[in-house]
């Protein structure tokens, strides 16, 4: 006899100021997982909220819905709300919210958690803008500014808004695999996967008129990850210097190229893993890693563990009557 799944429950916690764009987020992007979330939205004291927007949102739930969720999602609030101390009632709702629940933020919602206390001694992001502000305020707190998203566990945090999305579709990746995530990307008309961190984002010197991009190689190098590409190879396809392509390169993605080119191979190898039944060294030379112990040592730093534990971690939550611990 199959075992119904239950939907995971997802609480957004919406606070005064809150962004209206990001709280919509994860009832989108989740609301399109095919049921595999229930999404609710409350307040820390059950009562409207303003925007940013010039306009109030009146949440179906008070901050009591919190201790029924297995993930928060606290979205993003306008800058001038942020502070070292949490509102009182902020507080009294967080302090409902399970020690198993999983946590995630959007973008200057990392300023809520780490507030009261709870990004303590973890890896997290914000927004690039409000970095040096939330290091003065949360010293405690290892805080990555280049990244879109980080995932540190049971907190995840994100940066500025449409990595609200990055950070949905990789719940949704992590919990039920990419398959269905790709599909929820396609409904939503988004990217699946974003290249690059926030570096990419940062205001940058215009180019200069007429300089080429590296667009058009990052699209060629993709078609020949199993080959042995090395930044000479790279700059060579798009025609530049060894040093006016690394600099273009990284002021466009955010990364080096070998750096991208890494991140670029791990990605493909988890599809392989997920979607296939070949063997490790077999996808290793696929993806462009020169022995299956290569693979292993970069997604073992991509990811934190090995490619059978992955792919043995993928396959158990497709199988139907598989629920959350």
């Known amino acids: 006899m199959q075992l119904s799944r239950r939907p995971e429950r997802v609480v957004v916690l ?67 709300r942020v502070t070292a101390e949490p509102p009182a009632e902020v507080r009294a ?67 500025g808004a449409a990595s609200g999305i990055d950070v949905c579709l990789h719940l949704v990746r992590e919990d039920h ?46 078609e020949h990850l199993d080959e042995p590409l090395t930044l000479t190879d790279l700059a060579a396809h798009a025609g530049m210097s060894l040093r006016t392509f690394a600099r273009r390169f990284h002021d466009e993605v955010g990364l080096s190229p070998g750096r991208w080119l890494i991140q670029q191979r791990v990605a493909r190898a988890r599809h392989l893993l997920e979607a296939s039944d070949l063997p490790v060294d077999r996808i290793a030379g696929m993806v462009g890693f020169a022995t299956g112990a290569s693979l292993r040592q970069h997604l073992h730093a991509a990811i934190g563990v090995s490619p059978g534990a992955y792919r043995r971690t993928f396959r158990a939550t497709a199988v139907p009557e598989a629920t959350r611990g």
């Open 93 to 159: 709702a967080l302090a409902l919210v399970r020690p198993t629940a999983r946590l995630v933020s959007i973008c200057t919602g990392a300023f809520v958690l780490a507030a009261a206390g709870l990004l303590d001694g973890h890896r997290a992001t914000t927004h690039w803008q409000l970095a040096d502000a939330f290091r003065r305020m949360f010293p405690r707190v290892r805080l990555d500014p280049d990244v879109l998203f980080v995932d540190d566990g049971r907190v995840l945090t994100s940066a």
């Open 14 to 80: 919406a606070l005064d100021g809150v962004y209206a764009f990001e709280l919509g987020i994860p009832s989108r992007i989740l609301g399109a997982a095919d049921g595999r979330y229930e999404v609710l939205t409350c307040t820390a004291d059950g009562r409207p909220v303003r925007t940013d927007a010039g306009f109030t949102v009146t949440a179906d739930h008070g901050p009591e819905v919190l201790a029924t969720a297995d993930t928060v999602v606290v979205a993003a609030v306008a800058p001038s």
């Open 177 to 222: 695999g990419s398959d269905l995530a790709n599909a929820v990307a396609r409904r939503c008309v988004v990217p699946p996967f974003r290249e690059g961190g926030q570096a990419q984002y940062i205001e940058q010197p215009v180019p200069q008129a007429g300089s080429a991009g590296t667009g058009a190689t990052r699209a060629w190098a993709l």
